[in-house]
């Protein structure tokens, strides 16, 4: 009988036991293999963490050739801190870049902006080729020297002579999209784009029409960019007009 | 005959001319339940008051809601989304004419405690008073006095843009009938005073059970299901479960592992993104050690439940090569080709309940839309994760999901194209 007894209670060894018991050891084993992983590393720079801006601004910030997204490497710190930070506060609307600068502090947004200014990279051939000469002029015309009697002023005049920005905050124009131009004359005809107050380029999006963007946009990114050239050092001479976010 | 039918007809009108009167009544009684006449406190606002209250103003995360993106801190005007339409958060910062510059600390008290506003109007749950309700008096008048010294700024309260019948007083006050209840924190006898503070501090301005529990078709939080997890309205984002060891229960974790998840937004097993994310950077992480610890002791002696499931046979995903292919083309690098993560860097997703959990509505939105996480002096500079949203097809994200999901001892359900465009 004792045999019995025992063979009887092994039987009656609770089922969802024995199965737990079962997905316990494949658990454990399945820990085993993770823990037999080999350890990961990755490089402890801003280019590893940044990782996350290039798959829409290139590798880098370059730019790919998707045809939209701005590059950023190589643009002033000052600009690209402002724009991180307008991107926080709802100023401009991208809602993957509202994402993913949401939990980003003062201090991290001005270390990435640093770094993507820091960046000396080539610049690709220009994107658009064989746009009608007359639409060419009239960009050429409206970014050397604006439109004096619509009050409209030259680009020139604040991204710098040769259109590469100046140092610290205000943004180059070439070798950009020409849809991201249009984009962003758009959003700020339409206030989507804000800077801070006085609010410059907002007031001169108002005054041009389509045709001036179309203009301007083409002849901006017909132009290659010249080899080594870089942001302007700070201007001496005072900007044709108030601008919230050219000294901050 | 026709007499006859003629008194029952009134007396059936009487029936229901009193039921409606006495439920009518019951519902004002309800609303009213607690209250009594509001007594001024004698203490005048000190500077300690005044730093308490800063310090509990970001333990109750109140600058979130009641900050619209870009504007000034507590000026109101953020619209908080729910099923029911926008509710707009108010203006708390000590301007007269658009904010509280005229409320007295009583009133003040009266809006956490009973959610009634200083015109005696019934105010939305949006406001989590349900929760704030736990708030001592003492600690009430210290945000009080905090809020007096934050820069009165000019902004008058938006009106809600809530739907009918939502946007009726009368529906507010039922609702606050059947789910509303003021009550005061009560110090739990057989616990530790560490643990008392940690309950005080996630039941009331912690306010976690505003998320992590699910809803009931009238936007209430089911109390027996408390800290049961559920998908937050309006923001499709699943607040995983805090009672479940299969989703974000603690019981099994060490305190000082709970500690830094709240303080840095990261640890070992993983690191916070989308709303408790938001959570980190602008509450949690601020909080003194002792206080994080208070919470953490709370939040592991929460009851556990293990799903039903897990004793059984789980739901193992299919291999899908497509799936593998994806991962080793887009995630690897980062995540480790067995998805053991990058120490310091990224988070593992082999074992990793946010990968796992049943519910796979957050594992969508992060591959989606990317995000760094919070930006913490534990954590100051974050590595990201890149949106694959625009670069991704929903075919191509359900199958990267499937694969982490399964892969590495990874035992969850597949995911459908259809389940990514549902969550994303």
């Known amino acids: 009988m004792p045999h019995h007894g025992a063979y009887s209670r092994r039987s009656r060894f609770p089922s969802h036991l024995l199965a737990r018991s079962t997905v316990l050891a494949a658990l454990a084993c399945c820990a085993a293999v993770v823990a037999a992983a080999p350890p990961h590393t990755v490089p402890d720079t801003m280019q590893q963490r940044m990782l996350a801006c290039s798959g829409c601004h290139g590798k880098d910030g370059r730019a790919t050739s998707q045809g939209y997204f701005p590059r950023i490497a190589g643009k002033p710190a000052g600009y690209l801190y402002n724009q991180l930070l307008n991107f926080r506060e709802g100023r401009r609307n991208n809602g993957a870049m509202n994402t993913l600068v949401e939990h980003l502090n003062d201090a991290y947004l001005r270390q990435i902006a640093n770094y993507f200014a820091e960046l000396d990279l080539p610049y690709p051939p220009p994107q658009v080729v064989g746009a009608s000469a007359s639409l060419l002029a009239a960009g050429q015309q409206l970014v050397l020297q604006g439109d004096k009697p619509r009050d409209l002023p030259a680009c020139v005049a604040c991204h710098g002579a040769a259109m590469m920005g100046v140092v610290p905050s205000v943004p180059g124009l070439l070798g950009l999209p020409r849809d991201y131009v249009v984009g962003q004359l758009g959003a700020w005809r339409t206030g989507l784009r804000k800077t801070a107050p006085p609010d410059c380029m907002g007031r001169i999006a108002q005054t041009l029409t389509r045709e001036d963007v179309l203009a301007v946009s083409t002849w901006l990114a017909s132009q290659p960019v010249p080899v080594g050239a870089k942001p302007d050092a700070p201007a001496t001479t005072p900007l044709p007009m108030g601008c919230g976010s050219a000294l901050r | ?305 293990r799903l039903e499931r897990a004793a059984g046979q789980p739901p193992k995903a299919p291999p899908t090569p497509h799936g593998a292919k994806l991962y080793e083309q887009h995630c690897a690098a980062c995540h480790g080709d067995q998805g053991q993560g990058a120490a310091g860097a990224y988070p593992p997703l082999a074992g990793n309940r946010a990968v796992t959990m049943d519910d796979a509505t957050n594992l969508v939105r992060i591959v989606v839309s990317g995000g760094f996480p919070p930006a913490t002096a534990g954590n100051p500079q974050p590595y990201g994760m890149p949106p694959f949203g625009p670069h991704l097809s929903d075919e191509e994200i359900a199958a990267v999901i499937t694969h982490v999901r399964g892969a590495w001892g990874n035992r969850a359900s597949a995911l459908s194209s259809l389940g990514v465009l549902r969550a994303r």
């Open chain 2, 1 to 305: 005959m026709k007499l006859r039918g003629a008194m029952l007809l009134g007396l059936l009108a009487l029936v229901c001319v009193v039921g409606l009167a006495s439920v009518s009544a019951l519902v004002v009684a309800l609303n009213l339940r607690g209250e009594t006449t509001l007594q001024e406190s004698a203490k005048v606002s000190t500077p300690e008051q005044v730093a308490k209250g800063a310090y509990l103003a970001l333990a109750g995360n109140c600058a979130t809601c009641h900050t619209a993106r870009g504007g000034a801190p507590y000026a109101g005007g953020r619209g908080i989304e729910t099923p029911f339409g926008i509710v707009y958060a108010g203006n708390l910062t000590p301007d007269a004419a658009t904010g509280l510059g005229d409320w007295t600390a009583a009133e003040f008290w009266r809006a956490l405690h009973h959610g009634r506003s200083r015109d005696g109007r019934l105010l939305y749950p949006a406001f989590p008073y349900p929760n704030y309700t736990q708030v001592s008096r003492e600690d009430a008048d210290a945000l009080y006095a905090y809020l007096r010294t934050v820069p009165a700024v000019a902004s008058a309260n938006k009106p809600h843009a809530l739907r009918f019948p939502y946007n009726s007083a009368a529906a507010l006050a039922v609702w606050r009938a059947l789910f509303f209840s003021p009550g005061s924190y009560a110090v739990q006898a057989g616990k530790s005073p560490e643990w008392n503070r940690g309950a005080y501090l996630v039941t009331g301005l912690g306010h976690c059970a505003a998320c992590h529990s699910p809803r009931n078709m009238f936007g209430a939080t089911i109390e027996s299901l408390e800290y049961g997890g559920g998908l937050i309205p309006a923001q499709n984002w699943y607040a995983p479960s805090l009672g479940s060891p299969e989703e974000a229960g603690v019981a099994d974790w060490p305190v000082e592992q709970v500690v830094a998840l709240l303080k840095t937004g990261r640890t070992a097993r993983g690191s916070v993104l989308g709303p408790m994310a938001d959570v980190v950077f602008r509450s949690t992480q601020f909080l003194s050690d002792a206080d994080l610890h208070a919470m953490a002791v709370f939040l592991k002696d929460l009851p556990q439940h």
